[in-house]
């Protein structure tokens, strides 16, 4: 069993994800990270070079090839415009989309450019959020709102709501 966190970028999904693979026994493995080592460039070197178009295909390439079990998966904030990326994560896992307001957005991200954050020249982060949510609810097996800035709540949910599932799993296996 997988578990994929999709979300905004600042929504948490590194740092959930890390949490809840401790609390669960699981792996983690964040896909950016993942496109950084085939590239050997950061994020914003990437869409730099290549654009954002060409950003999308590598990040929808790794996404869609990555081959891992008993994993929380969290791949960044754009990788809902890869369609065989987000059909290959619903196979593979459950996916849960980490919701958070924009107001606390706005808190924990910085500069949307020097964060590696896929948008348009002019974009703000409310244009960004308005075009992604719909995408991110589609895909979507559970949606948890987060309603604070302190993680700990939210990794407690996931980890009351997935550790039943894995402890029947495992008995199984």
Request: with cysteine.
């Amino acid at each position: 069993m997988n578990i994929t966190l999709i979300g905004m970028p600042g929504s948490g999904k590194s740092t959930i994800g890390v949490l809840l693979a401790k609390r669960l026994g699981m792996e983690f493995v964040d896909t950016d990270l993942l496109i950084q080592k085939r590239e050997k460039r950061r994020l914003p070197e990437i869409i730099a070079q290549e654009g954002m178009e060409r950003f999308l295909e590598i990040e929808n390439e790794v996404n869609a090839s990555l081959d891992v079990e008993n994993t929380i998966i969290a791949p960044g904030g754009s990788a809902v415009y890869g369609r065989e990326a987000m059909e290959h994560f619903r196979k593979i896992s459950t996916v849960v989309y980490l919701k958070l307001s924009l107001r606390e957005l706005k808190k924990r991200l910085g500069d949307l450019k020097s964060r590696g954050v896929v948008c348009k020249e002019g974009e703000t982060l409310a244009d960004v959020m308005r075009e992604r949510a719909p995408l991110y609810e589609q895909y979507a097996d559970l949606i948890v709102v987060e309603k604070q800035y302190d993680v700990g709540p939210t990794v407690d949910e996931l980890r009351a709501h997935f550790e039943p599932i894995l402890g029947k799993l495992r008995a199984q296996a």
